[in-house]
């Protein structure tokens, strides 16, 4: 069952089309990653799943609705959360307080209530801050509740913004980039979270990740980019000895060689 698929997507920045009849679809329960070359397009498609670009031409559908011309707010609204590939955590709140934002769209307070702190507005207060607490810790960031976020180390703030994507309890997880500046032992660990995100949470995933042994480690289909188009899809075997995808990555000469030696 598809539960993202987009139809000849296309965004243009003036002369420029940075995403080129994108036709792409996300199973329900799978973990799905997009790769390609710097410049291909990957977080610009990312950009138009969330309301952050409103497409010129095409369709998104996200469990059978169209996201088109939905602020990112209400994106998020809708079951889709997503980290980005530039860290973007308040570095002057603490982590608590960063998770915490990722629930915004969940609370359900009034003005009346938050004003007055009414017993409402305790007690949803109280639960969000137990659940953050273990968000924090379900992502193995333990006891640093009230550090402030830029002082952790960059793979902590990695983990602390999949803590507030997940506060968002969202059924499509988009993350950008999430193993970027990771030394080899982090990115072990976060391929295992990923994987516990889908098997104990049920959330989907889709990634755009340039380390090729997290994608292949990770991935159940793959989708490849260059150039603002899809140019191959398949499995991580059928990905991995795809002549176009290594043309993109290689160059042709290089394509040509590797085709030579197998």
Do not use: C, W
């Amino acid at each position: 069952m598809s539960l993202l698929q987009t139809t000849n997507v296309v965004k243009r920045f003036g002369g420029l089309i940075a995403v080129n009849k994108m036709t792409f679809s996300v199973e329900q329960g799978r973990i799905v990653s997009i790769i390609g070359p710097n410049g291909a397009g990957k977080t610009t498609f990312f950009n138009t799943l969330t309301g952050i670009y409103t497409p010129e031409e095409g369709q998104i559908l996200f469990k059978d609705k169209s996201l088109i011309g939905l602020r990112p707010d209400q994106v998020a609204a809708t079951g889709i959360a997503r980290t980005f590939q530039n860290i973007r955590l308040f570095g002057s709140m603490t982590v608590i307080e960063n998770i915490l934002v990722g629930m915004h769209i969940q609370l359900k307070q009034n003005a009346f209530d938050t004003l007055f702190r009414s017993r409402k507005f305790n007690t949803e207060e109280k639960d969000a801050e137990q659940r953050a607490s273990e968000l924090m810790e379900y992502v193995g960031l333990k006891n640093v509740g009230n550090e402030l976020a830029r002082n952790l180390p960059y793979g902590g703030q990695r983990r602390i913004e999949i803590a507030r994507a997940l506060a968002a309890s969202p059924t499509l997880l988009l993350l950008d980039e999430p193993t970027a500046g990771m030394n080899p032992n982090e990115s072990e660990d976060a391929i295992k979270l990923f994987r516990r995100i889908r098997d104990e949470k049920g959330i989907t995933i889709l990634m755009i990740e340039h380390d090729m042994r997290v994608v292949m480690g990770i991935s159940e289909h793959i989708t490849v980019m260059d150039y603002g188009e899809k140019i191959a899809e398949g499995s991580p075997q059928e990905i991995r000895s795809n002549q176009r995808v290594i043309e993109a990555y290689l160059g042709r000469g290089a394509a040509v060689a590797h085709e030579q030696k197998h």
